[in-house]
């Protein structure tokens, strides 16, 4: 069947599958997926884009390739995990693409349910985490306080929203056309409409292998994505602005009436306190406009969001390094 979908089948299915430092999970998830797929009759490929390992995984992508046909896409350094979701989103050949991880945190019997409700006519199919997972509780903390910003900002809720997803080709066609290279995946699938659906799953023990994420690359994920899809924050330094300016108008009158009546009296503390609020304030609302100048000079510059090294099986215009 492998074979056969290889050659005769063209796929219909395409799965994204981004790796970094799996070198123990390749074949594990080749093999249970194919396998699924097999059993359900569906002709996928699985596409497999190393991002910049430093172990053994694109070794084990070569072999998975040479034993049940997966396809391959090694970047040239670690470019992040939205860069491979990308990468393989622009490379897949499928009439609809899935995205899920290495890890098989993601379980691949989902994938099934996402897939027939494809074929019953819907467009976007977002998995929904129905059970986080084991998760600490400062980090339960922190990615709450994330999504209600990102759900605010997006008009969805985030909350539960994760990386597992299948896209029609309409709608990977319109997420690969974006220009911009700051992007959140997570967040784009829902921006660009389409007929969606939701499917529930629960989140899988990681066997092999290590979680990639620390906490400083966590918040600066949070920081990056909220830079990225909003610009609530910067509209928040204008709400502070008015707040303070209309305190200060309230203080200044105060401080005329106290003069005019001869009853001025060294109001130490209150000019203290205020050098401090503004002062704070100020380097704050400074902070968010530098965050988002950054971004603008980043997208300015245009650069390629990856650079492929290699690639194996894929015959897509886009093959080779010429990635835009
Ligand atoms: N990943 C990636 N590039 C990175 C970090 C992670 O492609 O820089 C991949 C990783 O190989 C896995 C998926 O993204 O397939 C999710 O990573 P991980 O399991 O470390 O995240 P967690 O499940 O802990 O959120
Ligand atoms: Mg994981």
Redesign the pocket.
């Known amino acids: 069947m492998a074979e056969q979908t290889r050659t005769e089948q063209r796929e219909t299915l395409s799965i994204v599958?981004?790796?970094?430092?799996?070198v123990g999970?390749i074949a594990r998830a080749a093999e249970t997926i194919r396998s699924i797929m097999e059993r359900e009759h569906i002709a996928a490929a699985i596409y497999f884009?190393d991002?910049g390992s430093t172990d053994g995984t694109w070794a084990e992508i070569e072999k998975a390739a040479a034993d049940s046909g997966v396809k391959g896409i090694r970047f040239s350094r670690?470019f992040?995990?939205e860069a491979?979701i990308f990468a393989g989103l622009e490379m897949a050949a499928g009439d609809c693409c899935a995205v899920m991880?290495?890890?098989l945190?993601h379980p691949p019997e989902t994938l099934v349910e996402m897939y027939r409700l494809w074929e019953a006519g819907f467009e976007v199919i977002e998995g929904v985490k129905e059970d986080r997972g084991r998760e600490n509780l400062l980090y339960k903390g922190m990615s709450a306080l994330f999504y209600k910003f990102m759900s605010g900002a997006t008009k969805i809720d985030m909350s539960r929203a994760s990386?597992y997803k299948l896209l029609d080709r309409k709608a990977v066609d319109a997420l690969v056309a974006l220009p911009e290279r700051n992007t959140f995946f997570r967040a784009l699938s829902s921006w660009v409409g389409y007929k969606t659906a939701s499917v529930g799953y629960t989140v899988q023990e990681?066997e092999v292998g290590?979680?990639?994420?620390s906490t400083v690359s966590l918040v600066k994920y949070a920081v990056n994505n909220i830079t990225s899809f909003t610009t609530k924050p910067l509209q928040l330094v204008l709400i502070l602005g008015v707040i303070f300016f209309v305190l200060a108008l309230i203080q200044g009158i105060e401080c005329i009436i106290t003069y005019a009546t001869h009853r001025a009296v060294p109001g130490f503390t209150t000019v203290i306190l205020i050098e401090l609020i503004t002062g704070s304030i100020v380097m704050l609302s400074l902070g968010i406009i530098g965050g988002y100048i950054a971004k603008i000079y980043d997208e300015v510059k245009g650069r390629h969001r990856y650079i492929v090294a290699k690639t194996l099986g894929i015959t897509s215009r886009r093959d080779g390094h010429d990635t835009f």
């Open positions: 599958i981004p790796a970094y430092n799996e999970n884009v991002d670690n992040g995990k491979a991880d290495c890890d945190q990386d990681r290590q979680s990639k994420w």
